[in-house]
């Protein structure tokens, strides 16, 4: 059942929240053991909650338009009472003393969140590898990885432990892990869901969005959590879409363009894997067989992004995770002094690639670095939205891979960072310019694993993309490949 | 690092004109004031002094995870006011962070303002006229507060620390000025008068003692007649003007030491010892921080409108200046008096009671002499005015007219009804009259030193004469009246 028909079925009084709730709890008692997608499975509070659905119900109130679907939380989302770890040691023990505000809209909307989901260390990271609890496996094959950093998330979503998730995507955390397993995914324009207690990776990037098995599970779950926050400075003011209304639209007319130098092609970076780039060009070849006129466009920059993200993201991490120093929350390791206590805390704390991050971030900022560095970066940036900017003059959306090649097997990437931080070369440009993109499932690679396609918008072109998303669906379900 | 051999500061150490022979004293001022706001800069906890600790906290000023700041804009409307009030460009401004580690900063890093401050190039001109540069006036928060225990005192040697973040997100202004400044005289009167801006705005209250406002200074010297910025020392730890005269003394005097003896300063954060009378280092060269700057990506930038920079200068009180160059035009009274009543805020007293006929002179000098009191809040500019033409009328004489002052600070009210109510009432000429001619006929040769003697025994003897008619009267006789008739009595 879909999120939707399960809402309907329980609005409707037709299923109980209670009884949807415990045949999910009971999917995840008997696999989760062997995927690790929870760091922790708050069954009593949700059947708490489930509870308040059904006698909502009862009551004749409006339960919400989520009534009784469960919810997976990426465990960087801060929830009152329920610790929140980052998938990090020095988050130990840590319980949050307040509600991030998707969770508060979550609840509200009905949905029942069933616990928190594992992730890279501070969502570092493409493949759930780097967690203190030990990685996330593939549900369609536990040898592989589910993608990162919500890979938690995008598996509890993949074996039906949940039919919904919460994500979060800095440079590709929530599409890449969504292609990976098969899902949904949607990263919103930056500043169109609320960040407040979302836990910092990297603040000028990160953005909540929704997991889902369809695009209008999806759709649904963004219109709940999208819409202004007084709360979060940065949060886009006079901006409440209502994506699951254009999911019928069509692209009859819609101007499609394909980025050159993320096609495989002349011009384009490296490492695109050639079953990818197939499944991408049936994804086009669909919508152009739907009415859309599809062309060519050049963003020059988008060669750049990877460099340009590793620079900004690490930068702004440093900054972020430097309250965790031992002196009010989380691990401390006691040591004669202050400081002395402080570093540690953070060599017990972190993990070995948000020790890399902090350090290469550190440095970006440093003095005598910074232009050529940071400085450099936040250029990259201004070219690649004026880049963008252009491409979009010419076409509507834009669609490329979600990711460069499908799952890859657990420990395969790990010896070399660099060859992990490849994995983002197609998602992270919409992070830099704050543009949404979706991933979509279109068909399997030579393995037999899932492609993702991706579909971009410019700014606030979030309905836009799962208009788009909703035909590849309608055609990838109709068994293309 | 050489030991500074010159005596420590003394209350009584001269310091003007201050420096050895040829050295020149250079000085710049970085301020912070908080801002006199209900609330903290980026939370809704209340701004304010003296709370149990940690009683003023929520996850934002803790910075726990996922906690985001939300921009106070009655702290943005505050700081642009004094930005305006200083003479400043408002302009379009970014918060930044300034990345360091310390325990009472809780999120690691402090959100400040950096390469686009919201104030910048404005100046303060000082009661004698000299001008001091204001290099900028920026928004940041302030930190919370730390309590070494045990051991030193200091961090790194204390048992324990204990950390109250009451203070952490308190919303400030720092005020940076230009490094004008060259003698101590004015480097106290720009605090002084900063002060007067702040509280003639509403900005802060601008206490020192209670920190909420903190005065660093940057001192260096250099050979006179020299334009060179010679390596400068930045002084923390002052709690009062009195003090910043003597840290700035001291620290010159060690610098000149330095330079003659031994070779440059170390550039470095020295503490001023209040006790020691001595300014002791900080933090080395060593380890001298860099800081990270960059913009903060939590917060947007602040882009004033022209609309509301003019609201906020049409809606600008006078200032003290101003205030200053009024009373001198409307009493042509004494600078530093003047001065004295614009700091206490009585000058508008004096130019109420000016405009309704009373003399200038003599207004300023009875406030400045009989209003140096904390409180005078029951004291109003038509109840003083009211008092002051009771006096020039001959209803009162000056010491009646003290006491009645006196009863106004006290209690307030109307000076006619508080007069009637101690009994005073304008004496009678001739009774007045005849209690002169009982004191000359008791007193002859007095009256022969007055009426016949040189200038210096008249005015001895009138003296004489008034003090007794005073001690009659209890001093509800109107000195002029009996100045008056001695005279006309020895004619
Ligand atoms: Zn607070």
Known sequence: MTALEIAAAVRAGERSAVDVLNEHLARIDDRDGELNAFNVVTADAARAEAEGVDAAVAAGDDPGPLAGVPLALKDNMCTRGIPTTCSSKILEGWQPPYDATVVTRLRAAGAVAVGKTNLDEFAMGSSTENSAFGPTRNPLDISRVPGGSSGGTAASVAANFTPLGIGSDTGGSIRQPAAFCGVVGMKPTYGVVSRYGLIAFASSLDQIGPFANSVADAAAMFDVIAGPDPLDSTSIRDYSPDASAVLDRGVDGLRVGVIRELSGGEGSVDGLSADVLARTNEAVEVLRAAGAIVSEVSVPSATLGLSAYYLVAPAEASSNLARYDGVRYGLRVDAPTTGEMNTASRTAGFGPEVKRRIMLGTYALSAGYYDAFYGKALKVRTMMLRDFAQAYENVDVLVTPTAPTTAFRLGERTADPMTMYVNDVCTIPSNLTGHPGISVPFGVGDDGMPVGVQVLAPALGDELTFQVAAVLEATASGGVS | ?491
């Open chain 2, 1 to 491: 690092m050489t030991d500074f051999v010159a005596p420590a500061s003394t209350d009584d150490t001269p310091i003007e004109p201050t420096l050895p022979g040829g050295w020149e004293l250079v000085v710049g001022l970085e301020v912070h004031v908080e801002l006199d706001t209900a609330t903290k800069l980026f939370c809704g906890c209340a701004n304010q002094f003296g709370s149990e600790p940690n009683t003023n906290v929520c996850p934002t000023c803790l910075g726990l995870p996922g906690s985001l700041p939300v921009m106070n804009e009655t702290a943005v409307a505050l700081a642009m006011r004094l930005g305006r009030a200083l003479g400043c460009d408002v302009n379009r401004s970014v918060m930044a962070r300034k990345n360091y580690f310390y325990l009472d900063m809780p999120k690691d890093f402090q959100t400040t303002q950096y390469d686009q401050p919201t104030n910048s190039d404005g100046k303060i001109e000082l009661g004698d006229g000299f001008v001091v540069g204001i290099e900028r006036a920026h928004i940041e928060e302030d930190t919370g507060k730390s309590t070494h225990v045990g051991g030193g005192g200091r961090i790194n040697d204390a048992e324990y620390s204990l950390v109250d973040y009451n203070r952490a997100g308190v919303p400030l202004v720092e005020i940076v000025s230009r490094p004008d400044v060259r003698t101590i005289e004015h480097a106290k009167a720009y605090v002084e008068e900063l002060r007067g801006i702040l509280l003639a705005t509403g900005v802060s209250d601008a206490r020192m003692e209670e920190g909420s406002m903190r005065v660093d200074a940057n001192v260096s010297v250099r050979p006179h007649g020299s334009d060179e910025l010679r390596t400068r020392c930045e002084i923390k730890n002052i709690n009062s003007v009195r003090s910043l005269g003597r840290a700035i003394d001291y620290e010159a005097r060690r610098h000149i030491d330095l330079w003659t003896n031994a070779g440059a300063p170390d550039q470095e954060t020295r503490h001023w010892d209040e006790e020691g009378g001595r300014t002791t280092s900080g933090r080395s060269k060593e380890d001298a921080d860099d800081y990270r700057y960059f913009q903060e990506p939590d917060l947007v930038p602040l882009e004033p409108s022209s609309e509301e920079i003019a609201a906020i200068d049409a809606s600008m009180p006078m200032l003290p200046a101003a205030r200053r160059a009024a009373l001198l035009a409307a009493s042509d009274a004494d600078a530093d008096a003047i001065g004295i009543l614009v700091e206490r805020g009585q000058d508008e007293l004096a130019m109420v009671a000016i405009d309704s006929g009373a003399d200038g002179d003599k207004v300023v000098t009875r406030l400045v002499n009989d209003l140096a009191v904390d409180d005078w809040s029951n004291v109003t500019a038509e109840s003083f005015t009211a008092l002051i033409q009771m006096e020039s009328a001959g209803d009162l004489s000056a010491t009646q007219a003290k006491q009645v002052l006196g009863d106004l600070i006290e209690k307030g009210g109307d000076p006619a009804a508080l007069a009637a109510a101690r009994g005073f009432e304008a004496m009678d000429t001739g009774e007045l009259e005849s209690l002169v001619d009982q004191l000359i006929a008791d007193h002859p040769d007095e009256w022969s030193r007055f009426s016949r003697g040189d200038d210096g025994d008249r005015k001895k003897m009138q003296g004489f004469f008034t003090g007794q008619i005073m001690k009659a009267t209890q001093g509800q006789a109107d000195g002029k009246a009996v100045a008056q008739l001695l005279a006309q009595k020895s004619a």
